[in-house]
């Protein structure tokens, strides 16, 4: 399930929730080529420019390996990290973006 809790339906960062993952994302009001491509999550053609996807810390254990695993993917204009057994799930999440940001919203004519 992916939750959103971002107070505006406006581009620019977006944050929520993906199963237990928490995630923010910075959304693009047009596609832009260093974007990630919904269809294959390579870099271009898409409007998610940066996604980050990771799991909360409990700061009283905190080491670097729990920090490393925490997150799954990492991306700032192209991948840093993307954790292969969860490309599913970071799928799901940039093609709801992509869905739910491309939408426009047309008024009623009187």
Known sequence: MIKVYSKTNKYGIIY????SYNWYALVQNDIVDYGINPN???KGSGRV???FVYKEVNVDTL?????KESVIADYRH???LLNNDKK???KKLVNYLELRY????LKEAK
């Open 16 to 19: 929520g929730k993906i199963d």
């Open 40 to 42: 294959t999550l390579a």
């Open 49 to 51: 420019s940066r996604l």
């Open 63 to 67: 080491n670097q390996n729990t920090v």
């Open 78 to 80: 192209k991948w840093n």
């Open 88 to 90: 599913e799930l970071i």
């Open 102 to 105: 491309s939408l426009k919203v």
